[in-house]
C-alpha cells in the first residue's frame, strides 16, 4: 500500500518560506502593528514573520478544529487564553495561520477581531489551499495536498 502523497515541509524550507512571506507582505506596504498568531499552528510562522518584519507585539488566539488528519469538529472552537481585545483597537493587525484549508478557523478569527475596531486586519498563511472560503491577503505556496509541518508531523512524546 502506497501512501497519499503530501506536501512536506522541512524545517530548513519553513525558514525560507516564512522569509519569503514576510518579504511579501513588506513590499506590498502593509506595516502591521502587530501580528496575532492563530494558535497552534500559526504559532510558529508568527513568529518568525514577526521577527522578520520587526514587529515586536504579538498576541495569540487559540482555535481548535482538527481533531485529526483530515477530520475536524463541526465548527472551529474558541479556547481560552483569551486575546485581549482592548490592545487591538486602532491597529493594524496581521494574522497568521499554517494553512488556510476550509478556510472557517481564519474566516472565525478575523470576523471576530474586526468585531474589535482595529484599523486594519489582513491574513498570511504559508499555505492555502483552493477550496478556501477565505482567501488571505498573503500566501507562500498553495496546494491541494496534506501538508506535513515540521513541528505536527511526528506523534506528542511521552
Known amino acids: 500500500m502506497t501512501s497519499p502523497e503530501r506536501e512536506v515541509l522541512t524545517w530548513d524550507l519553513f525558514g525560507e ?7 511579501g507582505i513588506a513590499d506590498s506596504g502593509f ?5 496575532i498568531a492563530v494558535a497552534r499552528g500559526g504559532l510558529l510562522p508568527a513568529g518568525a514573520i514577526s ?11 487559540n482555535v481548535e478544529f482538527y481533531s485529526d488528519i483530515e477530520e475536524t469538529l463541526p465548527d472551529p472552537v474558541l479556547l481560552e487564553p483569551l486575546l485581549d481585545t482592548a ?32 484599523d486594519e486586519v ?12 477565505v482567501q488571505p491577503d498573503y500566501y507562500w505556496r ?15 512524546v511521552s
Do not use: C, E
Request: glycine share 4%; hydrophobic share 45%; aromatic share 6%.
Open 51 to 61: 521577527y522578520a518584519l520587526g514587529v515586536k507585539a504579538a498576541g495569540t488566539l
Open 87 to 118: 490592545a487591538i483597537v486602532g491597529k493594524r493587525l496581521l494574522v497568521v495561520d499554517d494553512v488556510a484549508d476550509s478556510g472557517r478557523t481564519l474566516d472565525l478569527v478575523l470576523d471576530l477581531l474586526r468585531n474589535h475596531h482595529p
Open 122 to 133: 489582513r491574513s498570511a498563511v504559508l499555505y492555502t489551499k483552493p477550496r478556501t472560503i
Open 17 to 23: 518560506a516564512s522569509r519569503d512571506l514576510a518579504q
Open 31 to 35: 506595516r502591521p502593528d502587530m501580528v
Open 142 to 156: 498553495s496546494t491541494d495536498l496534506w501538508i506535513n509541518f515540521p513541528w505536527s508531523t511526528q506523534p506528542p
